[in-house]
C-alpha cells in the first residue's frame, strides 16, 4: 500500500502513524503532509524518518490511500485534489460525514457501505463512534428505538491545545496563578463544561446533534431519536458515555450482555466500573453497569468508554482502510 497522512504532526496524525506501524501492515510508501512550518522535519515510521511536506497539486499521486486529520476548511481543499490523484481519501473531519454519497463508517457495524465508496470515505465523530460500538450488539437482537446520551468527553477531544489548557490549569491553581481559559469556555481544572461544539436553535449543540446525525446513518435508522448532552471533564484521554437506549423488541438483560460480549471490538465489563484510564492507549470499547431503564420497559441503560484518539479517530480511520484493501 502506498498511503498519505494530512495533518501528520497532530494527536490523530500521530496516532494514524502509531496504528499503521502497530498492525504491520505492507506499506510501500508513506508520505506525511503538515503546514508549512513543519515542512522538512521529520516523525519516525519503522525504524526510519520520514521527512514532512506541504501538500499541494500533484503530491497524491500514486497513492493508493490518504487518511485526513485536518480541519474541514483544510479537508475540503484537499479532498479534490486526492480524488483527481485516484487515491481514497478516509477522512477524520466532519466536512461530509452526512454527504449521500459519502459512506460514514465504522468498519465492525457497517462497513460494507465503505465499498460503495466515491473516493471519500467519512470517519464518525468519535464519541459517536463508541456509543455506537456499545450498542451495536444489541441492535442485532432488535432494531433501536431511541437513544438518550451524556457523553464525558476528555480534554484531547479538543487536540494538543486541550491537554496543555489542562495541564497548565492544574499547575497554576496548585501555585495560586490566576486561570486562563483559551480552548474552552472556562475553567477545566476540576470542573465540568456542558457545552462542546456551537450552539443550535433547537439548544442543542453541533457536538450532540452528531449522535443522531451520523447514529441515524451508521446504524440505517433514519427514524432513530436520540437526545444527547455532551459535557467535557478534566480527563485527558478517553471518552466515556452513559447511555439509555430503548429497542423497538424487548431484549432481557441477560441476551444484552451475551451480544455486546459477543461483539467484534467490544469488551463487556461486569467485576467493576471501566474507566477512562484503563481504556486509554487501546481500541477497545469498555461497556458496563448495564441495566434495565426504569422508565421504559423496553429499555436498557448502560456505560462506556473508549480511546477517542485511537477507536474514536485514527485507528477506526486506519480500519477502514484495512477494510477496503481486502476486499
Known sequence: MKIGIVGATGAVGRQMIECIEE???AVEELRLFASE???GTTLPFNGKDIVLQVAEEGSFDGLDYVLGAVSNAMSKVFRPMIEKAGAVYIDNSS???LEDNVPLVVPEINGEDALAHHGTIANPNCSTIITYMALAGIA????LTKVNAVTYQAVSGAGINGFRELSGQVKALENNE???AKVFPTQIAYNCIAEIGSFLDNGYTTEEMKMQNEGRKIMHLPDLKVTCTCVRVPVFRSHSIA???ETKDYVSIEDAKKAIAAYPGVKLV???TPTPIETSNQDIVYVGR?????????GITLWCCGDQIRKGAAANAVSIMEYIDRK
Do not use: C, Q
Open 37 to 39: 512550518r513543519s515542512r
Open 270 to 272: 461486569e467485576d467493576h
Open 290 to 298: 448495564i441495566r434495565r431503564d426504569l422508565t421504559s420497559e423496553n
Open 23 to 25: 498492525r504491520g501492515l
Open 243 to 245: 447511555v439509555t437506549v
Open 178 to 180: 490566576p486561570v486562563e
Open 140 to 143: 442485532k437482537l432488535s432494531p
Open 95 to 97: 466536512a461530509f460525514r
